[in-house]
T-cell receptor, first 113, second 113 residues
Framework: DTAVSQTPKYLVTQMGNDKSIKCEQN?????MYWYKQDSKKFLKIMFS???????INETVPNRFSPKSPDKAHLNLHINSLELGDSAVYFC????????????FGPGTRLTVT | QQQVKQSPQSLIVQKGGISIINCAYE??????FPWYQQFPGKGPALLIA?????SEKKEGRFTISFNKSAKQFSLHIMDSQPGDSATYFC????????????FGKGTKLSVIP
């Protein structure tokens, strides 16, 4: 009964490849997020998305794109991977109109070689 | 754009002591200021949050003190325990009408026996 789940947990790939990370939440939330946590533990918002609006942090390269097949899923697609993309990526969700608490997934550690 | 400054970067406290972590923010679109706790290999989880219609909120050994005029808030952990050893993040709303949070850079707390 995991609230926010991500797959895979670990992802090792080579530069130039395209990869996806999947996120699912079973909380009935309508807003989802992607965060990047670098090696210094800095947690930075990449996207927030609800059914009506996608907000993209201006520093995110357009090689990154969120895709939401339905309200419970927000996947992250990354094209032409670079060494600097190596990080832990967290998905989170929140119920709009409720408390502002965000529920985080367990993270996906991406290593680009 | 919201800026959140968190200090110290790391903190070592003896078991039973008081841990204090500070945060300063620049702008507020709405008033909600959370602290998240992250254990190694896990996603961040909400620890405690405050809406600054009050100056202090206490939950067990954890207290948030809020100074709206100074745009600062702090986390106090009383009777710190080794199990409190984790990275702590403060956060503040990112901007007007936004449901994004801007996180501080984190404080790694080590509680030694």
């Amino acid at each position: 009964d995991t609230a926010v789940s991500q797959t895979p947990k670990y992802l090792v790939t080579q530069m130039g490849n395209d990869k996806s990370i999947k996120c699912e939440q079973n909380l009935g939330h309508d807003t989802m997020y992607w965060y990047k946590q670098d090696s210094k533990k800095f947690l930075k918002i990449m996207f927030s998305y609800n059914n009506k609006e996608l907000i993209i942090n201006e520093t995110v390269p357009n090689r990154f794109s969120p895709k939401s097949p339905d309200k419970a899923h927000l996947n992250l697609h990354i094209n032409s991977l670079e060494l600097g993309d190596s990080a832990v990526y967290f998905c989170a969700s929140r119920r709009t109109g409720g408390s502002h608490e965000q529920y985080f997934g367990p993270g996906t550690r991406l290593t680009v070689t | 754009q919201q800026q959140v400054k968190q200090s110290p970067q790391s903190l070592i406290v003896q078991k039973g002591g008081i841990s204090i972590i500070n945060c300063a923010y620049e702008n507020t679109a709405f008033d909600y200021f959370p602290w998240y706790q992250q254990f190694p290999g896990k996603g961040p989880a909400l620890l405690i949050a405050i809406r600054p219609d009050v100056s202090e909120k206490k939950e067990g050994r954890f207290t948030i003190s809020f100074n709206k005029s100074a745009k600062q808030f702090s986390l106090h952990i009383m009777d710190s325990q080794p199990g409190d050893s984790a990275t702590y993040f403060c956060a503040a709303p990112s901007g007007a009408g936004s449901y994004q949070l801007t996180f501080g850079k984190g404080t790694k707390l080590s509680v030694i026996p």
